[in-house]
């Protein structure tokens, strides 16, 4: 529900930016899409390493930032 929701945010942000600025740049547009993307990931990457490796939460949210 979460993605759903931040699907929503891009989409309704994006109508926004084609109001307010003309100059609409679809770089824009893909680099939040990128990070949606990242973001939904994460939290699978995460889980699959704490059963991996039995680690804490702190332990894998530490090394992946390393």
């Known amino acids: ?5 931040m699907s929503f945010g891009l989409i309704f942000f994006t ?3 084609v109001q ?3 100059n609409f740049q679809i770089l824009g547009v893909v680099l939040i899409s990128g990070a949606l993307c990242a973001d939904a990931a994460i939290g699978n990457v995460q889980e699959k ?3 991996a490796y039995k680690a804490s939460n702190i332990e894998v949210v ?4 390393i």
């Open 1 to 5: 529900s979460a993605s759903v929701m």
């Open 15 to 17: 109508l926004a930016d």
């Open 20 to 22: 307010v600025q003309p």
């Open 49 to 51: 390493q704490m059963k």
């Open 62 to 65: 530490i090394k992946i930032f």
